[in-house]
């Protein structure tokens, strides 16, 4: 029994960690951006005072040869303090040349910018650190070809190693999606190892888009190609078919035809379409073990016997009965728009618009293209031993859910789900890992800054809303979340919110770094430095203007966690 007034060791050893997790992303965050004022001031020769990590009554103190290094009281922020900042400070003779008021405007301009700097190098050294850690990537070898995409019809094959595109070495999978992303609807020349020969296809990347709940949709780049290949996982939705007479169900895992080891289900699907015959099948079937909570694999035996059937159209096919199992409905959510449109777990989608739809994926992704459309979706059912094609029509919804970090998010709903493995891509090692680490981790620390950025003027422009603005309490909760992952997850963290606080202090805000900078863009203007008086007004309206967001941010907070 548990005494309900003893604490939970395990809740409170979480909190505590949760304090931890909150101290080191504050703690990382200001260390790096005052030091950045701090190393840049060291540089051109001012005279630095004092180095603080938080404000209010000093808890440390170490005085050093020239600057006094302190801890405070309040660790959310902190300052670096140079010699002449305040007019008040008395300016001895022999530090006149290094006081702040001496120095170059653009050193000043320099010292200034060098806090927001350092947050946006900050991510750029964690990517680094992490990318570095990789020995193995994603090769650049086709894992599966969709059917009827621009790379299908081009004749690439699952298997091709990509060599090259339009001349352009293409040793990682990064590199092709990178090249097909940037050249939508220009022909690109791929060299391809295919069964130790070189040979050539001309394919030209087509655009698809996905839209979101607001904002513009974003553009992708589509051949039609798959790191991963799709594994020959099966389904039966005829019990009378070859397959169902032979025992076959949905999520078979196919692992050989007469002997013949069978890679994906394109490999399997070229082997049954060939002559009518009897075939040995051998396959793993999942079982649910519900005390240990997993699934086990069973290996079993079947022969299928394929038949041949002439279609209406008197062209001949071979009849068996298997489909993939990523077109099968694993799950169907209630009330969700394709329940209320009649469709249920088991059920084989078939079509989208009256157009064949035969990757799960692909149905996916004309889904997100167009949110706010009707669609018409057709699929087959098993009823009473037939098979029934059925159709209806829904039109998604979008649901405010809440995330991991407790924010509202938009979630769109179609309410189907598919349950299919998907296969191991070929890895390669990385060449140079140094110096991909470093590649990498510019490009992805700029496209963070990018999209941060962009994300972050939508909200001061109107574009957002203005609830995705955080305070303490929403820094705590997303440092308590990613810590709980690992160290590593918290540093990534700590690489995004680095790049907020760079951006907010960029802010043209008077007592913010960007308000320096506008000042010092004026005065150069006007080859003067503003009145003093003129100066404590536009701190005065500067610090309005900070407790304004404070305040909108706290509030947030309130409604977020707390009512």
Known sequence: MIDPRQPDLGESGSAHMSVIYFLV?????????????????????????????????????????????????????????????????????????????????????????????????????????????????????VGDVLRDTPADRAGIEPGDEILSIDGETTRYWHDVEQTVHNNIGNELRFKLRRAGHNIERFVTPIEYRRRKLEGPSSRHG????????????????????????????????????????????????????????????????????????????????????????????????????????????????????????????????????????????????????????????????????????????????????????????????????????????SMVSIDGPIRYAASRAVEHGGEAIRVMASSFFSVLRGQAPSDELGGPIMMFRVASVSGAKGWEALFLLIALVSISVGLINLLPIPVLDGGHILIFVVEAIWRRPLAMRTRERINVIGLALVAVITVLALRNDVVRYIM
Not at 129 to 136: H, I, P, Q
Not at 352 to 375: A, F, G, I, T
Request: net charge negative; with cysteine; glycine share 10%.
């Open 25 to 141: 992303l504050v703690g990382v965050l200001v260390v790096i951006h005052e030091f950045g004022h701090f190393i840049a001031a060291k540089l051109l020769g001012f005279k630095v005072m004092r180095f603080s990590f938080g404000f209010g009554q000093p808890l440390l103190r170490v005085r050093g040869p020239e600057t006094e290094y302190q801890i405070a009281l309040f660790p959310l922020g902190g300052y670096v303090r140079i010699l002449g900042e305040d007019p008040e400070d008395d300016i001895p003779e022999e530090l006149a040349t290094r006081a702040w008021s001496a120095k170059p405007l653009w050193q000043r301009l320099i010292v200034v910018f060098a806090g927001p700097f350092a947050n946006f190098c900050l991510p750029i050294a964690i990517y680094f650190v992490t990318f570095a850690g990789d020995t193995e990537l994603p090769a650049a070898v």
């Open 222 to 425: 589509l051949i039609g190609i798959t790191q991963a290949p799709f594994l020959p996982q099966v389904g039966v939705i005829d019990p009378t078919s070859p397959a169902g007479a032979a025992g076959l169900q949905t999520g078979d895992l196919i692992l050989s035809v007469d002997g013949s080891a069978i890679a994906n289900w394109r490999e399997l699907q070229s082997t049954l379409n060939g002559q009518a015959r009897r075939m040995n099948i051998m396959y793993m079937r999942g079982q649910r073990h519900q005390a240990l909570g997993v699934t086990l694999l069973e290996p079993k035996h079947a022969e299928l016997i394929t038949k041949a059937e002439h279609d209406m159209s008197g062209n001949r096919q071979t009849i068996h009965g298997l489909a993939p199992a990523e077109m099968f409905v694993a799950a169907v959510e209630e009330e969700s728009p394709v329940d209320l449109a009649g469709l249920r777990p088991g059920d084989l989608v078939t079509r989208l618009d009256d157009k064949p739809v035969r990757h799960w994926m692909v149905l996916e992704r004309l889904l997100q293209s167009q949110p706010n459309r009707e669609w018409k979706l057709s699929w087959q059912r098993s009823v009473a031993g037939k098979v029934v094609d059925m159709s209806g029509t829904f039109t998604q919804v979008f649901k405010s859910v809440r995330d991991e970090y407790g924010n509202p998010a938009p979630l769109l709903v179609f309410g189907a789900h598919s349950s299919f493995e998907r296969g191991e891509g």
